[in-house]
């Protein structure tokens, strides 16, 4: 059963396909403290649903700022 959708493409996914930015606690950088800040901004919170595609997508451009705007 298709029943969870993805908030960012709104294709329609089974519920054991579905991630939410809580992943992003197990990436050894940037700290999850400052990617809860980057989605908050985004206006993303920790309980939306997103494909793998499109978590993996957030999961670069969130890096990408971090590498190249916040990192030392
Ligand atoms: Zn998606």
Do not use: H
Request: net charge positive; with cysteine; charged share 30%.
């Amino acid at each position: 059963m298709k029943n969870a959708q993805c908030k960012r493409c709104l294709n329609k996914f089974d519920e054991k396909e579905i991630y939410t930015i809580q992943q992003f606690q197990y990436r050894k950088s940037p700290s999850y403290e400052w990617t809860k800040e980057f989605f908050d901004i985004l206006k993303i919170d920790e309980w939306e649903s997103f494909c793998e595609a499109c978590l993996l997508y957030y999961g670069k451009i969130s890096s990408d700022v971090w590498l190249k705007y916040c990192k030392n």
